[in-house]
C-alpha cells in the first residue's frame, strides 16, 4: 500500500469514527423514545423513572414527578440534557447545514415546524435554547456556530429552571397525578397494546418515508454528503437570484 493509500485510508477510518459516534447515540436515543411512547402506560405503571431516560417529554416528566424520589427526578431529567445537547451541539458544529437537514428529514414532524424554528433562532437563538435545548435548536446552535461557552451553561440553567417548574406543579397538583397513574395501573394491560400498535403504525409510515434514523454508518455518510450538495445548489441558485436583481 502506497503512503497516500495508508493516510487515506487512516482519514476515511477517522471520519467513519466520528460518523459512528453521532449516528449511534441518536439512533439509540431514538429508539428509547419510541419504546417509551409505545409501552408508556406499562413504563408509568412498573418502572416510571425509565421514563425520564427514555424520553424528554414534559408531559411524562409532569407524571413520573409525584412517583420517584427527589434526587432520582432532577438527577434523570437534568442528566438527559446534559447527555444530549452537547452530542446534538457538536453533530452541527461538525457538519453545517448537512447535519440540520439530515436531522429534519430523519427525525422532524413532517410541518412546517423545522423553518419556523429556523426563522426563530435568527433573532431568538439564546432564548431558545434557554427554553428549550433539544435536538433541533441544539443542531441549530452549533450549525450557526454558538459559542460552547455559551451555549452549555444556558442549555443547563434553561434545563434546570424548567425541570424545577415541573416539580413544584408535579407537587402541587401529587394528588391527582398518583390517581391518575393508578388508573393508567390498572388498565395497563388493555392501555399498553393501544399505544403499542399506535406508535407502530407511525413507525411504518416513518419507514416508507425513509424518516428512521437506524441505518448503517455508509448510508449516514451518504445522505450527509448528499445534503450538502443539496444546500449547495440552494445557496448558489440564491447567489444567482440575488444577481439576477441586482443586474
Known amino acids: 500500500m502506497t503512503v497516500q493509500g495508508a493516510t487515506g485510508t487512516v482519514r476515511r477510518m477517522s471520519n467513519r469514527t466520528r460518523l459512528t459516534l453521532f449516528l449511534l447515540p441518536i439512533a439509540l436515543v431514538f429508539a428509547g423514545a419510541q419504546v417509551a411512547r409505545a409501552l408508556w402506560p406499562t413504563l408509568l405503571t412498573e418502572a416510571p ?21 427527589i434526587a432520582v427526578f432532577f438527577t434523570l431529567a437534568i442528566g438527559r440534557v446534559a447527555l444530549l445537547a452537547p452530542l446534538y451541539f457538536f453533530f452541527g458544529r461538525s457538519y453545517g447545514d448537512s447535519a440540520l437537514r439530515w436531522t429534519e428529514a430523519k427525525l422532524g414532524p413532517s410541518s412546517s415546524i423545522i423553518p419556523q424554528t429556523e426563522r426563530l433562532f435568527r433573532k431568538f437563538s439564546y432564548a431558545l435554547v434557554v427554553w428549550s435545548p433539544h435536538l433541533f435548536v ?40 398518583r390517581d391518575f397513574a393508578d388508573f393508567i395501573g ?17 413507525m411504518s409510515r416513518r419507514r416508507k418515508r425513509n424518516a428512521i434514523p437506524i441505518e448503517s454508518v455508509d448510508e449516514f455518510e451518504h445522505e450527509l454528503a448528499d445534503a450538502a450538495v443539496v444546500d449547495a445548489a440552494v445557496a448558489d441558485a440564491a447567489v444567482a437570484t440575488e444577481r439576477d436583481q441586482a443586474e
Open 186 to 202: 390498572k388498565y395497563q394491560w388493555f392501555l399498553t397494546p393501544v399505544t403499542f400498535f399506535i406508535v407502530a403504525m407511525q
Open 138 to 177: 441544539s443542531v441549530m446552535s452549533g450549525t450557526t456556530r454558538m459559542r460552547a461557552r455559551l451555549f452549555f451553561p444556558l442549555a443547563l440553567a434553561g434545563t434546570a429552571a424548567k425541570v424545577t417548574a415541573v416539580f413544584f406543579l408535579g407537587d402541587l397538583l401529587a394528588e391527582p397525578l
Open 49 to 69: 423513572w425509565t421514563l425520564l431516560v427514555l424520553s424528554s417529554s414534559t408531559t411524562r416528566m409532569l407524571l413520573v414527578e409525584p412517583l420517584v424520589p
